[in-house]
């Protein structure tokens, strides 16, 4: 199984037309993700042609061949559903439109909406996210890299071929490091990634995701990627010792970071004690949390927690 997004799901591309989008969406087809509509009011009843080949694990499982695949360009995100029954949406539009582009597709009654929008303001985000719970939509992002099931879908900008499926569950703060520990642990594979963004609002949480991945009988153990700045690592560490039986393990990036200084992300802020990397690797241990102090190191706890959870299993 997966969490959040299934083979089965119609993706809708806000921004489709823009290089950012044609780029991403082409990578998503030739991942095997149902791509049937793009939005541009100026370009509705037009057409996109994208040259895709099977790219990742799973790619041809996926119906993915070699050739061109033409997407429809609708004016609307309630024509392009009505046309195509799509429930997840992926906005690639420019920050001044996002606030705009996330109330369109929440109206048009988008299940799903992946903002890749990076820069988006604070109150827009927050307007949004709000609006989006109101209604009943997920929010994943902004300023995120989407996400993936390997070998079924990918909805943003991860690279499909990586790694593939397998028994790993993945949420990250950081796009780069999501990327980083698919690659140290394509031997196991994952269910599903998520990239949440680490912007200071954001729609879908660390703790959305370790929920998410707790009731999926296909997750065995999950890897939580963190960073300075903010509380998010902390309430995590909360939620793992009250409510998680699966194993947890961890990385918080910013251990060298310089008190006071915005690191990276516009939420990587720290002042005093309040949001380090040891405050929040000190919370995650506290709550039984593995907790590496690299990339490399991380994957290497969570390989051999992996070994031992699935030995214990197989003396059951």
């Known amino acids: 199984m997966s969490i959040f997004l299934t083979e089965n799901d119609r993706v809708i591309v806000q921004g489709m037309t823009g290089s950012e989008g044609?780029?991403?969406?082409?990578?998503?087809?030739?991942?095997?993700?149902?791509?049937?509509?793009?939005?541009?009011?100026?370009?509705?009843?037009?057409?996109?042609?994208?040259?895709?080949?099977?790219?990742?694990?799973?790619a041809e499982s996926l119906g993915v061949?070699?050739?061109?695949?033409?997407?429809?360009?609708?004016g609307t995100v309630a024509e392009a559903k009505e046309a195509t029954g799509a429930e997840v949406s992926v906005v690639f539009v420019p920050p001044a439109f996002a606030k705009d582009a996330v109330v369109e597709a929440v109206d048009a009654g988008?299940?799903?909406?992946?903002i890749i929008t990076e820069g988006i303001p604070v109150a827009d985000a927050t307007w949004a996210r709000a609006y989006a719970a109101e209604h009943g939509a997920q929010i994943i992002g902004p300023n995120c890299p989407g996400i993936i099931s390997p070998a079924k879908s990918n909805v943003g900008i991860t690279p499909p071929d990586i790694t593939g499926p397998g028994p790993i569950g993945l949420v990250s703060k950081s796009g780069t490091l999501t990327y980083q520990l698919m690659?140290?642990?394509?031997?196991?594979?994952?269910?599903?990634?998520?990239?949440?963004?680490?912007?200071?609002?954001?729609g879908t949480t660390h703790i959305d995701a370790l929920a998410a991945f707790e009731a999926d009988p296909d997750t065995e153990l999950v890897v939580m990627i963190g960073e300075i700045g903010g509380d998010?690592?902390?309430?995590?560490?909360?939620?793992?010792?009250?409510?998680?039986?699966k194993p947890v393990v961890a990385y918080v990036a910013g251990f060298t970071a310089p008190e006071g200084k915005t690191m990276g992300h516009a939420g990587a802020i720290?002042?005093?004690?309040?949001?380090?990397?040891?405050?929040?690797k000190a919370a995650l241990e506290a709550a039984g949390v593995h907790v590496g102090r690299t990339p490399n190191e991380t994957a290497a706890l969570a390989r051999e927690l992996h070994r031992e959870v699935a030995g214990a299993a197989g003396q059951m």
């Open 65 to 74: 061949t070699a050739g061109t695949v033409k997407v429809p360009v609708h």
């Open 270 to 280: 720290v002042s005093g004690s309040s949001g380090t990397a040891q405050a929040k």
């Open 232 to 245: 998010a690592e902390e309430r995590a560490a909360a939620y793992i010792q009250s409510s998680m039986t």
């Open 183 to 202: 690659h140290e642990m394509r031997d196991l594979g994952f269910t599903t990634c998520i990239g949440i963004g680490g912007d200071p609002v954001i």
């Open 110 to 114: 988008m299940r799903l909406i992946v």
């Open 22 to 58: 044609r780029k991403h969406t082409r990578r998503m087809l030739c991942a095997g993700t149902k791509v049937v509509a793009g939005v541009n009011p100026r370009k509705a009843g037009t057409a996109v042609a994208f040259d895709v080949a099977p790219l990742g694990p799973g």
